[in-house]
């Protein structure tokens, strides 16, 4: 089955509800789905649990949902940086939790959601205040953590290209979480330069196959 198109960022987040945990491409501010953050900060859900790889830049994108006290969990690897002033805000004031993931466990947490794993143990993070609650075990005498998927409802990507099926490639460093991010939400939806019909993108390069993606909406190279 083919996606749905949106005529719009706003049509395409309009069915995110409140108390959703939503998967959120981008390192930074690359890959970031700029303006699917800005629709569903004018759709109006709260209480949203976010997953990013950070908690928002300077007055843009994620930082806005933060800002506005949107988002009542964050789970991401890289909290603070000199431009991180709504997150620290909001963390201060005990308007927002923090989940801290190691970078790598981040990524394969997300991944082993989207390929039906149960749990893995990591060496990363054993030992520390991370570990702390979490079953550990030795393996070949090192210590291991168990960490579990992280699901989600929503996933909002950025890609460079779908076609009609919603096969997606993306462009250069821009893609990082976003297919794994795809395959670990119940929605996909995806912001995109351009659709073109199918056969206009090689099946080599697809990046992303068209099952994982459940909205579509084109930016016109705004993206």
Same mark, same amino acid.
């Given at each position: 089955?083919?996606?749905? +198109?949106?005529?719009?960022?706003?049509? /395409?987040? =309009?069915?995110?509800?409140?108390?959703?945990?939503?998967?959120?491409?981008?390192?930074?501010?690359?890959? #970031?789905?700029?303006?699917?953050? %800005?629709?569903?900060? %004018?759709?109006? =859900?709260?209480?949203?649990?976010?997953?990013?790889?950070?908690?928002?830049?300077?007055?843009?994108?994620?930082?806005?949902? +933060?800002?506005?006290r949107r988002v009542q969990k964050i789970i991401c690897s890289f909290p603070r940086q000199s431009d991180s002033w709504h997150f620290d805000e909001a963390y201060r004031a005990g308007d927002i939790e923090l989940e801290l993931v190691p970078q790598g466990n981040l990524a394969e947490r997300i991944r082993a959601a989207g390929a039906g794993i149960g749990g893995f143990f990591t060496p990363?993070?054993?030992?520390?205040?991370? =570990?702390?609650?979490?079953?550990?075990?030795?393996?070949?005498?090192?210590?291991?953590?168990?960490?579990?998927?992280?699901?989600?409802?929503? /996933?909002?990507?950025?890609?460079?290209? =779908?076609?009609?099926?919603?096969?997606?490639?993306?462009?250069?460093?821009?893609?990082?979480?976003?297919?794994?991010? /795809?395959?670990?939400?119940? #929605?996909? +939806?995806? #912001?995109? %330069?351009?659709?073109?019909?199918?056969?206009?993108?090689?099946?080599?390069?697809?990046?992303?196959?068209? +099952?994982?993606?459940?909205?579509?909406?084109?930016?016109?190279?705004?993206?």
């Open positions: 089955m083919a996606p749905r +198109i949106a005529t719009s960022p706003a049509e /395409a987040v =309009a069915e995110v509800k409140d108390g959703s945990t939503v998967l959120i491409g981008g390192f930074g501010n690359a890959g #970031q789905p700029m303006e699917l953050i %800005d629709a569903l900060l %004018d759709g109006g =859900a709260t209480n949203l649990t976010v997953v990013n790889n950070n908690a928002g830049q300077a007055d843009a994108g994620l930082a806005l949902l +933060i800002k506005e990363t993070g054993y030992g520390t205040l991370l =570990a702390e609650g979490k079953e550990t075990r030795m393996i070949d005498g090192r210590g291991y953590v168990l960490e579990t998927p992280i699901h989600a409802d929503v /996933a909002l990507i950025k890609a460079l290209r =779908a076609d009609t099926h919603g096969n997606l490639v993306y462009r250069k460093t821009a893609r990082n979480f976003g297919p794994i991010m /795809a395959t670990a939400a119940k #929605q996909a +939806i995806v #912001q995109i %330069d351009e659709i073109v019909p199918v056969g206009g993108i090689d099946p080599e390069v697809v990046v992303t196959p068209g +099952i994982y993606v459940d909205t579509m909406v084109a930016l016109g190279g705004k993206n």
